[in-house]
Structure formats: structure tokens, C-alpha cells
């Protein structure tokens, strides 16, 4: 495991995001999957009306930035671990942030584009 200085913040953030997935994770699986109303006929207009209101876009935003850094911070501490050499790191580096804005940014725009179709009448 690498906990060296230059490691330790990766190491440390690695578990700070894995509490708040868990924690994250449990309030989005109880709010939207396990509702008391789930078997109702209303229930998909009542997760598509509590999807597309603004606080819960901002959580979901939160949890996909926490998901998508907890992922690609483990790939990156797998990385590490085998030592390459600096050149070998710094590319693989500068993949995994590219890859990380890429899906952050699709994410966010699935996200936006769901909520506006909403307020557009284009989703029932």
C-alpha cells in the first residue's frame, strides 16, 4: 500500500470518498428504489418529479463526482503500486484525469438534458 507523503493524501481521500459513497448511496437506493410507493401507478412521475428538482441534481452531481474520483483514485493506487517508471505515471496520470472529465462531463449533461426535457413536457 502506498501511504508515503506524496501518497498519503490518495490513500486517505480514497476512504474519506468510500464513507460518503456508502452513506451516499444509501439515501439514493432508499429515497428512489425502495419508496413505500413503489408499486403505485404515480410512482415513475413522482421519481421523475423528485429526480429533476434542483437539490436532488445537486446530489446526484455530488455522487457522481464521488463515484467517478473513488474509481479512478483506485485504478490510479493499483498503478502505484506496480512502480513504473515517472514518464509511464505521468501519462497514465494525465489518461485517468482526461477519462474522470469526460465522464464527469457526460454525466452532468445526462443529468441537466433529463431535467430540462422534464420542464419541457418531453418526459411524462
Same mark, same amino acid.
Given at each position: ?5 506524496? $501518497?498519503?493524501?490518495? !490513500? ?11 452513506? $451516499?448511496?444509501?439515501? @439514493? +437506493?432508499?429515497?428512489?428504489? +425502495? ?13 421523475? @418529479?423528485? %429526480?429533476?428538482?434542483?437539490? !436532488?441534481?445537486? +446530489?446526484?452531481?455530488? *455522487? *457522481? ?10 485504478? !490510479? ?6 512502480? %513504473? ?11 485517468? !484525469? +482526461? ?11 445526462? *443529468?441537466?438534458? %433529463? ?10
Amino acid at each position: 500500500m502506498n501511504t508515503e507523503s506524496k $501518497g498519503f493524501l490518495s !490513500w486517505f481521500l480514497q476512504r474519506i470518498t468510500a464513507l460518503l459513497l456508502v452513506m $451516499g448511496m444509501s439515501v @439514493h +437506493f432508499f429515497t428512489f428504489h +425502495f419508496s413505500l410507493s413503489r408499486y403505485a401507478s404515480r410512482y415513475y412521475d413522482e421519481i421523475v @418529479h423528485r %429526480f429533476c428538482t434542483p437539490g !436532488w441534481i445537486a +446530489f446526484n452531481i455530488c *455522487l *457522481l463526482a464521488l463515484v467517478i474520483f473513488h474509481g479512478l483514485n483506485g485504478i !490510479w493506487g493499483i498503478f502505484v503500486d506496480y512502480n %513504473f517508471k515517472k514518464k509511464s505515471g505521468d501519462i497514465f496520470r494525465y489518461v485517468l !484525469w +482526461f477519462v474522470g472529465m469526460v465522464l464527469f462531463g457526460a454525466g452532468v449533461y445526462i *443529468l441537466v438534458w %433529463f431535467a430540462k426535457a422534464k420542464a419541457e413536457g418531453l418526459i411524462l
